[in-house]
């Protein structure tokens, strides 16, 4: 369906560029498995999404909110590499940044590209080039009543209910 959509938009089929963020969120049942994020402060849950230009999701792999980006983004590579996709280019954040990038090269073939802010100090916001795509993506799923808070037991649970919000997003675009 993402590829239909892409072609309807003047886009070929397959995406080439993805980009890579990760979403911490809080938990809505005592029972579910949940980690601490201390950059965040959030007790929960951490979405790691891959999603092309447009925004559309890729990939998506769940883990505790206590996994670092940098840790996960290998499982998350393996995600991406068993759905077949043409993606060359993959857009990160500073939390990407070291060793990993080569052995991602290495072993899946993926070029990750981190794009940082700027050091200039402005008193204006301007968004990081590309990455408020995920951001926006991010809020498409927080609009989703489902997706506010982690509700599900199972990580592959909440992984298709991101699945299934991704899927509601795409048929309001036909």
Partial sequence: MRGKIRIKMGQKADPSLGIVDSQSVRWGN??????????KKVKGVKRHVVVDKNGFLIAVM?????VHDGKAVL???????????????ILADGGYRGEIIAEIKKSFGYIIQVV???????KEFKPIHKRWIIERTFA???NDRRLCRNYELLM????EMVKLAAIKHLLNKI
Avoid: H, P, Y
């Fill in 30 to 39: 005592n029972r579910s498995l949940n980690g601490f994020d201390g950059n």
């Fill in 62 to 66: 769940v883990s505790i909110a206590n």
């Fill in 75 to 89: 499982l998350l590579m393996q995600v991406l590499k068993e759905m077949l996709c043409g993606i060359k280019v």
């Fill in 116 to 122: 940082l802010r700027s050091d200039k100090f402005e």
């Fill in 140 to 142: 498409w799923f927080d």
């Fill in 156 to 159: 592959e649970t909440a992984e």
